[in-house]
């Protein structure tokens, strides 16, 4: 990796961080350029545009969240093993692998839902993709005999969705001590509800 290249990498590590305290639309080049130390004009080289930096910290985040938590449950065995890796993951990147500010995606969305523009447009596709994933992973325990064969997996996709949402709100708002618990409990109960009789 050449050194411009590693300095884009290490602006958008440090983006994203950032990003997650001050929200996308709080963060600008300017801002960005003081925290590291950097020329505007030298950052602007890299992302021309607010809006360019936004897109790129949102792409640059979920390849982060691709490597530390789909990967990872990917190579777990197929069917129900799996989607518990992506609960654990999911819940591991909102407890300890994500920065200071929490996840950039729930922070993200709160901003800009009503906000139409680029940035908004890749993060509704992240988290499309993300609900896909889920929907895939229900779609493969059919397959593998763990979930029952009538399962709607779009409706187990977000009833999982809802689920995280829900965690981060109850640990990071709420600062409740127990939404680590519940949350585990309300996963295991919507396991129950879609596994086969049988298992």
Same mark, same amino acid.
Request: with cysteine; aromatic share 8%.
């Given at each position: 990796?050449?050194?411009?290249?590693? +300095?884009?990498?290490?602006?958008?590590?440090?983006?994203?961080?950032? /990003?997650?305290?001050?929200?996308?639309?709080? @963060?600008?080049?300017?801002?960005?350029?003081?925290?590291?130390? @950097?020329?505007?004009?030298?950052?602007?080289?890299?992302?021309?545009?607010? +809006?360019?930096?936004?897109?790129?910290?949102?792409?640059?985040?979920?390849?982060?969240?691709?490597?530390?938590?789909?990967?990872?449950?990917?190579?777990?065995?197929?069917?129900?093993?799996?989607?518990?890796? @992506?609960?654990?993951?999911?819940?591991?990147?909102?407890?300890?692998?994500?920065?200071?500010?929490?996840? #950039?995606?729930?922070?993200?969305? +709160?901003?800009?839902?009503?906000?139409?523009?680029?940035?908004?447009?890749?993060?509704?596709?992240?988290?499309?993709?993300?609900?896909?994933?889920?929907?895939?992973?229900?779609? #493969? /325990?059919?397959?593998?005999?763990?979930?029952?064969?009538?399962?709607?997996?779009?409706?187990?996709?977000?009833?999982?969705?809802?689920?995280?949402?829900?965690?981060?709100?109850?640990?990071?708002?709420?600062?409740?001590?127990?939404?680590?618990?519940?949350?585990?409990?309300?996963?295991?109960?919507?396991?129950?509800?879609?596994?086969?009789?049988?298992?």
């Amino acid at each position: 990796m050449r050194k411009g290249e590693l +300095t884009h990498q290490a602006i958008l590590e440090r983006a994203i961080q950032l /990003a997650s305290r001050l929200g996308l639309q709080g @963060l600008s080049i300017g801002g960005l350029a003081d925290e590291l130390q @950097l020329s505007k004009s030298g950052l602007f080289a890299h992302f021309r545009s607010k +809006t360019s930096l936004q897109v790129e910290i949102l792409n640059a985040a979920t390849a982060l969240f691709t490597e530390r938590v789909i990967r990872p449950a990917l190579m777990q065995p197929r069917g129900e093993p799996r989607l518990w890796a @992506l609960f654990e993951g999911w819940l591991a990147w909102e407890k300890e692998l994500v920065p200071e500010g929490g996840c #950039i995606f729930v922070a993200a969305a +709160t901003e800009l839902d009503d906000v139409p523009g680029p940035a908004r447009d890749r993060l509704v596709q992240t988290q499309r993709d993300w609900l896909d994933c889920l929907a895939q992973g229900a779609r #493969i /325990a059919i397959a593998e005999k763990h979930f029952r064969d009538t399962v709607d997996v779009e409706q187990f996709a977000h009833e999982m969705y809802a689920m995280f949402l829900g965690f981060h709100h109850s640990a990071r708002l709420m600062k409740d001590p127990r939404a680590e618990q519940r949350t585990r409990r309300a996963f295991e109960t919507l396991m129950r509800e879609y596994r086969r009789s049988d298992c």
